[in-house]
């Protein structure tokens, strides 16, 4: 503490306003698989809008029902954190290749003109519909050739270059003294119109527009002879570039593996999927735009020029470099993943691009060869050819057998980061309750309890197989007795942080437009949440109150009182999902795995002891490297004592006592650095078996004295 020396008034705060800390008790972790999204990695999602858009929608061809499960979850509560399993070795991102093409260009000589008078060109340019882009051409006037300059100035100085607004440009040319009038667009289909005048009337053709050069040197004119006037002359550009085994393609490819990033035309002309749309714009620029379902969802302005735009600098080419939220992309060559070194300007070769020696070009004239050889060195102003592409070939990932299916989903907690169900051992996500819906592997379900053991963080629902049988069958496979076709089982059930649903429940699924036989623990979890938001996690999520389910249309098996008795009782662990014919389908038993009859037996008392325990640790956090003495017992203890008494205010406890003094912190603890405290419990217990007992009396028993 700070002494004070000298006379004055000094002002000293300190902060004694510790309070324990608000935890949500109905975080959901679902395990399973799914169309789309990002693979063993515990995503957070608040609604339902959000599961479709990042994992997609649920379908038959989809093993297990995670997704059934998040959607109907997410109606109670806000907070899930869904995990995509998926199998390396079958996971394929959709893909899509854009092929790149040459603008066409016309290439003014360095040398003079050859005439004394200035030139006038009429210029139309044409998409790749040929389809004109000015209304009328355009007109520019060069100045008279004084072989003082490069062409290049020139042209710019008249023409312009890297103008969005302009559909040509001037560009250097492929020597140093060269200009290019380039078109804006790429392809075989797009072409300029270059009619040469001698007078501002534009009606006197000039001769040896462009020099006299029509060899293959690179100075001439596009097969346009010297001595031959210029009018109304197509150039085209390039259909594609490639290398002589297969063409350059920038290959765009789903961010993630998955069906759902295939774009596909549903029977009424909805557009799915994604579809990758490439726009040409004026100089080297260009964009790239992902339509999902039709829609532009990202637009990316890019360039093969290092102007801060480079493709492979705005478009990511990995997963960890999440540019953009849909797709990745490389640049091919000969069919290769191409090492691309960005172009220093536009008329940049395509060798300096891809860092291959030779180039073949289709479909006409290319870069500033003169003649329409089959081979061309140098290729110039590249860019994508204007097209909107289909992404194919994704798929979901999803094993082809149950045992390796079972690997996917368990995961492996060695691995940084965790995968599969691993990935719920995460303090940070504060999992309340976890389920594998769907999925009645017995390696899975064991896993998961096992994790739930482990962590003592969550409550881990499980359930027999649809099609197990009668009542006797579900007690035989929770018991580890079954060996039935719909799914066996060797060993038992028994865990305090595990809890089992029975029968399968029947909803009419709208995504496949049928009645699909629901996962119990779906609903289980769903009204574990809803619980929570109408009363606390110390109440029971069973009952009419807070287990009447409204959704599901029917049981799988109908259960009689005996049966449920057999279910819940003499020592099975088994929650009845019940059809009653006025109250309807509910949720009729609270009983965790645990055989031994103690307090956490039942699913309100473990989910409260989950709940003290987080709480405890979080707000203990403080306390640690305190003084281990009679001042910090006391702050421990004035942390927890109201804490509990709030519980016990909200009808979660009975009573309850805090010890944390000598007593529990005994000279060997406080020399080992250890500071014990003591919380004695009385949980409150559930009213589960109501009697109401009548006695009949005769008439002349005084009531009053019974």
Same mark, same amino acid.
């Given at each position: 503490?700070v002494n *004070?020396?000298?006379?004055?008034? /000094?002002?000293?705060?300190?902060?004694?306003?510790d309070?324990?800390?608000a935890? &949500?008790?109905?975080v959901?972790?679902?395990?399973?698989?799914?169309?789309?999204?990002?693979?063993?990695?515990?995503?957070?999602?608040?609604?339902?809008?959000?599961?479709?858009?990042?994992?997609?929608?649920?379908?038959?061809?989809?093993?297990?029902?995670?997704?059934?499960?998040?959607?109907?979850?997410?109606? @109670?509560?806000?907070?899930?954190?869904?995990?995509r399993?998926? +199998?390396?070795?079958?996971a394929? +991102?959709?893909?899509?290749?854009v092929?790149?093409?040459?603008?066409?260009?016309?290439?003014?000589?360095?040398?003079?003109?050859?005439?004394?008078?200035?030139?006038?060109?009429?210029?139309?340019?044409y998409?790749?519909?040929?389809?004109?882009?000015?209304?009328?051409?355009?007109?520019f006037?060069?100045p008279? $050739?004084?072989?003082?300059?490069?062409?290049?100035?020139? =042209?710019?100085s008249?023409?312009?270059g890297?103008?969005?607004s302009e559909?040509?440009?001037?560009?250097?040319?492929?020597?140093d003294?060269?200009g290019?009038?380039?078109g804006?667009?790429?392809?075989?289909?797009?072409?300029?119109s270059?009619?040469?005048?001698?007078?501002?009337?534009f009606t006197?053709?000039?001769?040896?527009?462009?020099?006299?050069d029509?060899?293959a040197? %690179?100075?001439?004119?596009f %097969?346009?002879?010297?001595?031959? %006037?210029?009018?109304?002359? #197509?150039?085209y550009?390039?259909t594609? !570039?490639d290398?002589?085994?297969?063409?350059?393609? /920038?290959?765009?490819?789903?961010?993630?593996?998955?069906e759902?990033?295939?774009?596909?035309?549903?029977s +009424?002309?909805?557009?799915?999927?994604l579809?990758?749309?490439?726009?040409?714009?004026g100089?080297?620029?260009?964009?790239?735009?992902?339509?999902? +379902? $039709?829609?532009? /969802?990202?637009?990316?302005?890019?360039?093969?020029?290092?102007?801060?735009?480079?493709?492979?600098?705005?478009?990511?080419?990995?997963?960890?470099?999440?540019?953009?939220?849909?797709i990745?992309?490389?640049?091919?060559?000969a069919?290769? =993943?191409?090492?691309?070194?960005?172009?220093?300007?536009?008329a940049?070769?395509?060798?300096?691009?891809?860092?291959?020696?030779e180039?073949h070009?289709?479909?006409?004239?290319?870069?500033?060869?003169?003649? &329409?050889?089959?081979?061309?060195?140098?290729?110039?102003?590249?860019k994508p050819?204007?097209?909107?592409?289909?992404?194919?070939?994704?798929?979901n990932?999803?094993?082809?057998?149950?045992n390796?299916?079972?690997?996917?989903l368990?995961?492996?907690?060695?691995?940084?980061?965790?995968?599969?169900?691993?990935s719920?051992?995460?303090?940070?996500?504060?999992? $309340?309750?976890?389920?594998?819906?769907?999925? /009645? @592997?017995?390696?899975?379900?064991?896993?998961?309890?096992t994790?739930?053991?482990?962590?003592?963080? *969550?409550?881990?629902l499980?359930?027999p197989?649809?099609?197990?049988?009668?009542?006797?069958?579900?007690?035989?496979?929770?018991?580890?007795?079954?060996s039935?076709?719909?799914?066996?089982?060797?060993?038992?059930?028994?865990?305090?942080?595990?809890?089992?649903?029975?029968?399968h429940?029947?909803?009419?699924?709208?995504?496949?437009?049928k009645?699909?036989?629901y996962?119990?623990?779906?609903?289980?979890?769903?009204?574990?949440?809803?619980?929570?938001?109408?009363?606390?996690?110390?109440?029971?999520?069973?009952?009419?109150?807070?287990?009447?389910?409204?959704?599901?249309?029917?049981v799988?098996?109908?259960l009689n009182?005996?049966?449920?008795?057999?279910?819940?009782?003499g $020592?099975?662990?088994?929650?009845? !999902?019940v059809?009653?014919?006025?109250?309807g389908?509910?949720?009729f038993?609270q009983r965790?795995?645990?055989?031994?009859?103690?307090? =956490?037996?039942?699913?309100n008392v473990? #989910?409260?002891m989950?709940?003290?325990?987080?709480?405890a640790?979080?707000?203990?956090?403080?306390?640690? *490297?305190?003084?281990?003495?009679?001042?910090t017992?006391?702050?421990?203890?004035?942390?927890v004592?109201?804490?509990?008494?709030d519980i016990?205010?909200?009808?979660?406890?009975?009573?309850?006592?805090?010890?944390?003094?000598s007593?529990?912190?005994?000279?060997?603890r406080?020399?080992?650095n250890?500071?014990?405290?003591?919380v004695?419990?009385?949980?409150?217990?559930?009213?589960?078996?109501?009697?109401?007992?009548?006695?009949?009396?005769?008439?002349?028993?005084?009531?009053?004295?019974?």
């Open positions: 503490m *004070f020396n000298s006379p004055g008034v /000094y002002v000293v705060e300190k902060d004694n306003s309070y324990p800390v935890l &949500n008790s109905s959901v972790g679902i395990v399973g698989f799914a169309s789309k999204g990002p693979i063993d990695v515990a995503t957070l999602i608040t609604s339902q809008s959000q599961l479709v858009e990042t994992f997609g929608l649920p379908s038959e061809n989809i093993v297990g029902q995670g997704l059934e499960a998040a959607l109907e979850i997410l109606e @109670t509560t806000n907070t899930l954190y869904f995990i399993a998926s +199998d390396e070795d079958s394929v +991102d959709a893909s899509a290749g092929s790149i093409g040459s603008c066409p260009s016309l290439v003014v000589s360095g040398n003079d003109y050859g005439i004394t008078n200035p030139l006038f060109l009429k210029v139309q340019a998409d790749n519909n040929g389809i004109a882009q000015y209304v009328t051409p355009k007109e006037s060069l008279i $050739g004084t072989g003082t300059g490069t062409q290049y100035d020139v =042209l710019r008249v023409i312009g890297n103008l969005e559909h040509v440009g001037a560009f250097e040319g492929p020597s003294a060269s290019a009038i380039v804006s667009y790429a392809g075989s289909g797009a072409s300029l270059v009619s040469a005048y001698s007078d501002s009337a006197t053709p000039t001769p040896a527009l462009m020099g006299t029509s060899s040197t %690179g100075e001439a004119n %097969g346009i002879s010297g001595s031959v %006037g210029v009018s109304a002359t #197509r150039v550009g390039s594609y !570039v290398t002589g085994a297969s063409s350059i393609q /920038y290959i765009a490819e789903s961010l993630y593996p998955g759902s990033y295939n774009g596909l035309t549903k +009424d002309g909805t557009l799915t999927g579809r990758i749309q490439t726009r040409n714009v100089g080297g620029d260009f964009f790239v735009d992902v339509l999902e +379902d $039709g829609i532009v /969802y990202e637009s990316f302005k890019t360039s093969f020029v290092g102007s801060g735009l480079f493709i492979e600098d705005v478009i990511n080419t990995g997963n960890q470099n999440a540019t953009t939220t849909d990745k992309g490389n640049l091919y060559a069919g290769s =993943l191409a090492t691309a070194s960005e172009l220093t300007n536009f940049g070769t395509a060798a300096s691009l891809f860092g291959v020696s180039f070009v289709h479909d006409g004239l290319l870069g500033y060869h003169a003649t &329409n050889s089959a081979t061309a060195t140098g290729t110039r102003w590249l050819i204007e097209a909107t592409t289909v992404m194919t070939g994704g798929t990932g999803i094993a082809a057998t149950a390796l299916r079972a690997v996917d368990i995961g492996d907690a060695s691995q940084e980061p965790k995968s599969g169900m691993q719920l051992d995460d303090l940070t996500l504060n999992i $309340g309750i976890a389920l594998v819906p769907g999925i /009645y @592997t017995e390696s899975v379900q064991n896993a998961l309890i994790l739930a053991e482990k962590t003592s963080d *969550f409550l881990a499980v359930a197989p649809v099609a197990v049988g009668n009542p006797q069958a579900a007690i035989d496979w929770t018991n580890g007795k079954s039935s076709t719909a799914g066996s089982r060797s060993s038992a059930i028994t865990s305090s942080y595990a809890a089992v649903y029975y029968p429940l029947k909803v009419f699924n709208i995504h496949d437009g009645d699909i036989w996962d119990p623990t779906i609903f289980a979890a769903r009204q574990m949440a809803y619980t929570d938001s109408v009363a606390d996690s110390w109440f029971a999520p069973a009952g009419f109150v807070r287990g009447r389910l409204s959704k599901p249309s029917e799988e098996v109908k009182q005996g049966d449920r008795d057999s279910l819940y009782s $020592g099975n662990v088994i929650n009845p !999902v059809s009653f014919p006025q109250q389908i509910t949720i038993g965790t795995a645990q055989r031994n009859p103690t307090a =956490l037996d039942r699913i473990r #989910r409260l989950i709940y003290i325990k987080k709480v640790l979080a707000s203990a956090q403080r306390v640690v *490297f305190e003084p281990n003495d009679e001042f017992w006391a702050k421990v203890e004035a942390l004592g109201p804490f509990l008494d016990k205010r909200r009808r979660g406890l009975t009573e309850f006592r805090v010890v944390c003094d007593t529990t912190n005994t000279p060997v406080v020399d080992r250890e500071l014990w405290c003591k004695l419990l009385k949980p409150t217990k559930t009213a589960e078996v109501i009697v109401f007992e009548l006695n009949l009396t005769n008439q002349s028993a005084n009531l009053g004295n019974l």
